[in-house]
């Protein structure tokens, strides 16, 4: 008996959250279980003026992370993509209490300490709120 049927896995394109993915395959093929893959795109003020570069996260950036996270999965999982765009703890929070997700895979460092100290840890907090199981992953090559 499979003891999970829906995974939801969030990305962020970090080692952390490439090891997450890795270990998510291995479960939903274990458990013949979907996977969603899932990244969020932050709200971050749109720069105004000439020569003012445009914020590092955009809707290209985080597609680009899904389309290698699917090019790492293998044909035999059943998966499916989402964008979301928002706050990144309470997106994240909000799809785990509002669908269907049995897990919640993710990695336990996404940007490094200093972005950590400046604005808290997404990983912990959506550890603490989680409406369902979650599994926090590190990467053994850490920067």
């Known amino acids: ?3 999970y049927r829906h995974i939801l896995v969030a990305l962020d394109g ?3 959250s490439k090891t997450a993915l890795r270990h998510a395959v291995t479960l939903a093929r274990d458990q013949n279980a979907k ?3 899932t990244t969020v795109v932050p709200h ?3 720069p105004v003026g000439p020569g003012v570069a445009p914020p590092p996260e955009t809707d290209e950036s985080h597609s680009e992370i899904i389309k290698e996270a699917l090019a ?3 044909k035999d999982v059943g998966v499916t993509t989402r964008l979301e ?3 990144i703890a309470d997106t994240i929070l909000k799809l785990v209490a509002t669908e269907d997700y049995d897990l ?3 990695g336990s460092h996404g940007h490094g ?3 950590r100290a400046l604005l808290g840890s997404v990983s912990e907090r959506v550890l603490h709120k989680a409406a369902v199981p979650v599994l926090m992953l590190r990467s053994h090559c850490q920067a």
């Open 35 to 37: 996977l969603t893959l």
């Open 113 to 115: 300490r200093v972005h």
């Open 104 to 106: 919640l895979v993710m």
């Open 85 to 87: 765009h928002g706050e």
């Open 72 to 74: 790492e999965t293998p």
């Open 14 to 16: 970090s080692a952390d």
């Open 1 to 3: 008996m499979s003891v």
């Open 44 to 46: 971050t003020p749109t």
